[in-house]
């Protein structure tokens, strides 16, 4: 008997790693097609090109346990030409990690915010995700103005909900700091 469920676990192990690595590549495929790719559309305009295929794998640093981290960066192309750029980033908000994919245009100018991913209080913290809280960010650069209008920016935070609207400001900022590493790597 122990011989039998040894054997069909060993089995089951296999065949289900098999398919793991089988499935891969399309799994994230539909991830970026269907999570991403709206993001992308949202906070880019005017390229004629498919960014998901044109992404490039950006190699940002270790993590603490010195796994490489990786960042992947949507071109956005206008007759061959890259106009613009996308890509992700994370903020802190009160209840976890909130996920960011933010547009900027090759002079380091936000083209939009799109809140992909977050974990914050219904009704508060969820306001992240609305036109009011997410236009305000069109048309800012690395500067003084990307900060809560308390800390003397031009961005008017979520009332009831600072921490949300610190963590969004935040993953904003990471990714304007992060922007000419990645226009490098893209040009």
């Known amino acids: 008997m122990v011989f039998v469920l040894t054997a069909i ?22 991830l970026l097609k269907y999570v991403e790719e709206p ?4 906070v880019l305009k005017g390229y004629d090109n498919d960014p998901i295929k044109d992404r490039v794998e950006m190699f940002i640093g270790r993590d603490n346990k010195g796994k490489p981290i990786r960042e992947t960066i949507f ?18 908000g009160y209840h976890g990690t909130i996920e960011v994919m933010v547009g900027v ?3 380091g100018t936000i ?17 992240v ?5 997410r236009d305000q960010f069109k048309g800012l650069k690395l500067s003084g103005d990307l900060n809560l ?6 961005i008017d935070g ?30």
């Open 39 to 42: 993001s992308i559309r949202e």
């Open 9 to 30: 676990c060993a089995i089951s192990a296999l065949v289900l790693a098999y398919a793991n690595k089988a499935t891969r590549a399309a799994r994230e495929y539909q």
């Open 105 to 107: 245009d090759m002079n």
């Open 149 to 154: 209008s308390t800390e003397g920016g031009k």
């Open 158 to 187: 979520v009332s009831g909900a600072t921490y949300s609207s610190k963590g969004v400001v935040s993953a904003v900022r990471k990714a304007l700091e992060l922007f000419p590493r990645a226009k490098k790597e893209v040009s």
């Open 75 to 92: 071109p956005a192309k206008k007759n061959g030409k890259l106009i613009g750029m996308a890509y992700s980033t994370e903020g802190h």
């Open 129 to 133: 995700v609305e036109p009011k809280f």
């Open 111 to 127: 083209t939009g915010i799109s809140i992909m991913q977050h974990s914050e209080t219904p009704g508060l913290g969820a306001r």
